[in-house]
């Protein structure tokens, strides 16, 4: 099984200000990976696919990166909405979500 | 628009069944791989289980094999969680996904509770 590793586990940031948030798998997942937002009630919602591929209607402010078993998921300019909770997937073998991190308003 | 609304949820006793259902609508039901997440009051997601287009194919994690069936009926452009000899690790709120022709998950419904408590 290939487990996903998040951090931090929280991130406490002020609106403007850039997050930058990491998801480690435990091995090669090659570019199979995707990351989720998802608000307190709510269901997630795709933001990124295939590491760097803006899902439909998602702002530019969201980027993803990397590939292997590093990557990043990076919010250019935190916008009110954006606090909420981000998960990665892999779908190299079967599929597993990373434990999450949250982003707080500090 | 596509639509996905869950149901069968509740309060069960462990050792006990429930089956959940899923509607569908806004799209082409029977040319999507669909798919159930789960999460616990308070956790993390975890991909319980999908299926093939036609329903050929079905996988599991490996904590509801054996326990668990996801099946479909296209005809009624619906999707099934049969769950059985349940345990209180399995309460959760359960999402009934599809998977994007990219296989990601691009839209959910609005999750069903279930409970497993004596």
């Known amino acids: 099984e290939i487990v996903l590793t998040q951090s931090p586990a929280t991130l406490s940031l002020s609106p403007g200000e850039r997050a930058t948030l990491s998801c480690r798998a435990s091995q090669s997942v090659s570019s199979y990976l995707a990351w989720y937002q998802q608000k307190p009630g709510q269901a997630p919602r795709l933001l990124i696919y295939d590491a760097s591929n803006r899902a439909t209607g998602i702002p530019a402010r969201f980027s993803g990166s990397g590939s292997g078993t590093d990557f990043t998921l990076t919010i250019s300019s935190l916008e009110p909405e954006d606090f909420a909770v981000y998960y990665c997937?892999?779908?190299?073998?079967?599929?597993?979500f990373g434990p999450g991190t949250k982003v707080d308003i500090k | 628009e596509v639509q996905l609304v869950e149901s069968g949820g509740g309060l069960v006793q462990p050792g006990g069944s429930l089956r959940l259902s899923c509607a569908a609508s806004g799209f082409t039901f029977y040319t999507y791989w669909m798919t159930w997440v789960r999460q616990a009051p308070g956790k993390g997601l975890e991909w319980v289980a999908n299926?093939?287009?036609?329903?050929?194919?079905?996988y599991y994690v490996d904590s509801v094999k054996g326990r668990f069936t996801i099946s479909r009926d296209n005809a009624k452009k619906s999707l099934y969680l049969q769950m059985n000899g349940l345990r209180a690790e399995d309460t959760a709120v359960y999402y009934c996904?599809?998977?994007?022709?990219?296989?990601?998950?691009?839209?959910w419904g609005q999750g069903t509770l279930v409970a497993v408590s004596s």
């Open positions: 299926i093939k287009e036609d329903g050929s194919e079905k």
């Open positions: 997937q892999q779908r190299s073998d079967l599929f597993t």
């Open positions: 996904v599809r998977a994007a022709t990219t296989q990601w998950y691009d839209y």
